[in-house]
């Protein structure tokens, strides 16, 4: 699950028109054949056995363990759902939805305890033979997450994403996985949003290692998260997909920034700007390397602060060829929309330096976005079609892959506002692909309850409900998975389905 800034929220009483015309709610939409559904969790929030059978100590074992107060709840992923060990309960509830495919991630020490090819550790070796065998055998395609954020802990102490070395690292690690499970994956997503990795991480201390050096470790991370990431696309490229023939991409977690008013088109340009196309630009673009404006704001910043360079590092222009189009689809976490405007108070309103200084925007959002209980999420449906409309036409009509999207509440099992949520997001998408964006699968987030990084316990995502009290960490399904399972099934999304909860969810 994407993070996202809470620096500043205002709440504006004034009703803003920005509907999408979706005509007549309960008219029945068809998904296009061959579309596929699947469902998401990652490694360190749902496997627990965070010391068990070899693993080693990643970014978020010492963060939980030494810094409990950065959590909300205190918790940490020790146990969590205990995947690790009910991975079969795991794969008979994606049954029961009917899901195409399965998104989880790797831990990294649990392959690699040393962090490095050196030894490899056969016991975490079999544990994701074990989920990989037991998904194909009930014909689930596995999409795997190389990573999810679990950093080993010594890579960090080494400087983590803002050593240039951790190209070779990560992609020692990509090259091993390809070997050891590429024979059955044929999805692969080399890193899970990097800008949450970059930004929330180095940038400010909202996830692991919560450095909190801004300004300057952020935009350190970016160019070696792409280029780490583009390397693990080139070594499959030459060494893997001629055999496997497979499919590597990376998922960039994407909100959508409107204007607030007409004449705050540039604010609203920048934030996209900032917030996500730094990593679509150098991708997907025909030209490659970070947003030109972006360049030009932060070098500007940079000298008026006395810097001797910008804070931003440059890439070679061997270094922008190498990591341009090195993603055959674009994957896209999203979940939310902000309004952004700007105007002179903005100037030292934010701590300088910083990200968000140098991009200098109020974020705003409206009461009316709020359903349910959680401040986390925000409904705004028609921010996911112009995020997708935006997409098609910018960046040349890729292949969309929607590697996340989804709703937190603070529990209950009758979650009307999570499946007004889903119905209403897959409803936008429906219409951004009506118009020809190529969007070719979707994925909830998440299959279950699980550790949501800072946040603990406290905000929920599943479809499934967990029981974190018991040992056993019963699993129940909630409203929503009974209508994502009619959606995945039929392939039609009826907005005005109610499900029979009393029939127990089984296996069809
Ligand atoms: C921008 O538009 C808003 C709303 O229409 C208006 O109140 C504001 O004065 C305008 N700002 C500028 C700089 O034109
Ligand atoms: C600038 O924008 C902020 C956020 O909308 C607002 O609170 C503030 O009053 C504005 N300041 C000026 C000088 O217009
Ligand atoms: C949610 O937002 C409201 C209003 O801003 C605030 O009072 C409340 O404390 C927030 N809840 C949480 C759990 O952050």
């Known amino acids: 699950m994407a993070y996202h800034h809470y620096t500043l929220i205002l709440l504006l009483a ?27 969790t990652s490694s360190y929030q749902i496997e627990g056995a965070w010391n068990v059978d070899g693993k080693t100590e990643n970014i978020w074992d010492r963060l939980t363990h030494t810094r409990q107060y950065l ?96 190209v070779d690292w990560y992609a020692d690690y990509a090259r091993t996985l390809f070997k050891l499970f590429g024979d059955r994956v044929k999805y692969w997503v080399t890193i899970n949003e990097p800008h949450q990795v970059c930004y929330f991480a180095y940038g400010d201390k909202i996830l692991a290692p919560a450095l909190d050096i801004k300004g300057v470790a952020e935009y350190l ?58 990593y679509s630009h150098p991708i997907f673009s025909k030209t ?93 449906p028609w921010g996911f079609y112009k995020l997708l409309t935006y997409i098609r036409k910018e960046y040349g009509n890729p292949t969309v892959f929607i590697t996340e999207n989804g709703f937190s509440t603070y529990g209950g099992r009758i979650d009307n506002d999570r499946v007004l949520y889903y119905t209403e997001y897959l409803s936008a998408m429906l219409d951004a692909m009506e118009e020809g964006s190529d969007v070719q699968a979707y994925t909830a987030w998440s299959l279950m309850d699980n550790f949501e990084w800072t946040y603990g316990y406290t905000e929920k995502f599943g479809v499934y409900e967990v029981d974190f009290s018991t040992p056993e960490r019963k699993r129940t399904p909630r409203k929503s998975a009974y209508v994502l399972r009619e959606i995945f099934q039929t392939h039609l999304l009826n907005r005005c389905y109610i499900p029979d909860m009393k029939v127990p969810m089984a296996i069809t």
């Open 288 to 380: 490659g390397d970070f947003p030109p404006a972006m360049k030009k704001r932060i070098a500007e910043r940079s000298a008026e602060q006395g810097f001797p360079r910008s804070r931003l590092p440059e890439f070679t222009p061997q270094e922008i060829q190498f990591i341009r189009g090195s993603s055959d689809f674009f994957g896209l976490n999203h979940y939310l929309t902000n309004y952004v405007s700007r105007n002179k108070s903005v100037y030292g309103y934010y701590e300088s330096p910083s990200f968000n200084d140098d991009l200098g925007v109020f974020f705003h959002v409206l009461p009316e976005w709020t359903i349910g209980q959680s401040n986390f999420t925000k409904f705004v």
């Open 14 to 40: 004034v009703q803003l028109e920005n509907g999408h015309a979706t005509g007549s709610r309960c008219k029945i939409r068809k998904f296009p054949h061959g579309f596929m559904f699947g469902t998401a």
């Open 71 to 166: 959590v909300r709840d205190q918790s940490s992923g020790d146990t969590t759902d205990n995947s690790y060990y009910l991975y079969k309960r795991d794969v008979e509830m994606l049954r029961e939805l009917g899901v195409d495919f399965y998104r989880f991630s790797i831990s990294w020490t649990r392959i690699l305890p040393t962090s490095f090819p050196d030894k490899i550790n056969k016991a975490g070796v079999a544990y994701y033979n074990n989920l990989i065998n037991e998904l194909l055998k009930h014909n689930i395609k596995p999409v795997v997450t190389i990573f999810h954020w679990d950093l080993p802990q010594k890579l960090q102490d080494l400087g983590g994403w803002a050593n240039p070395y951790i």
């Open 221 to 278: 991370c970016a160019k070696n998260v792409l280029l780490a990431h583009a390397t693990a696309y080139h070594i499959y490229d030459k060494e893997f997909r001629p055999k496997q023939k497979g499919i590597v991409f990376i998922s960039l977690s994407a909100q959508w920034y409107e204007p607030l008013y007409k004449n705050q088109s540039k604010a609203a340009f920048d934030a996209n700007q900032f917030e996500w196309e730094q």
